[in-house]
């Protein structure tokens, strides 16, 4: 089935290649006729440009107003993630200050109490013995 597809496009190349030939030759042949084609095809393609033209420049236009929109857009998000930022920073800064260092603190005389509390025990008793 494949095969027969591919010599379908192969034919249907071929019939298209034969139509321009023989396009090409009826305006050889028929040199006022190309005269009138050649001026049409260059107004179609003059308008074609124009056109072109037109729509870059409004391409242009809109792509300059959302650049604008988006800057106004994201200025306002932007301050918002800075004063997030600088609150969550500021928080971190407080609660490292005032409840981490002074709980690592005394979670460490504790600790340290303990082992001497251990010590001393394991020294009473090794007296006591």
Known sequence: MRRWSSIGWILLGLAAL?????FLVFLYTHPAVAAVLRD???????????LLAAVSIFLVYRLIRLVDWVQQEIQPILQRARETVDTVHGTSIFLGRRLARPTI?????????????RTLIRLLRGRSL
Request: hydrophobic share 75%; charged share 5%.
């Open 105 to 117: 603190e005394a979670a460490s005389v504790a600790a340290g109490v303990t082992q001497a509390l």
């Open 18 to 22: 034969a139509l321009v030939a023989a």
């Open 40 to 50: 049409v095809l260059i107004i179609a393609l003059t308008l074609q440009l124009i």
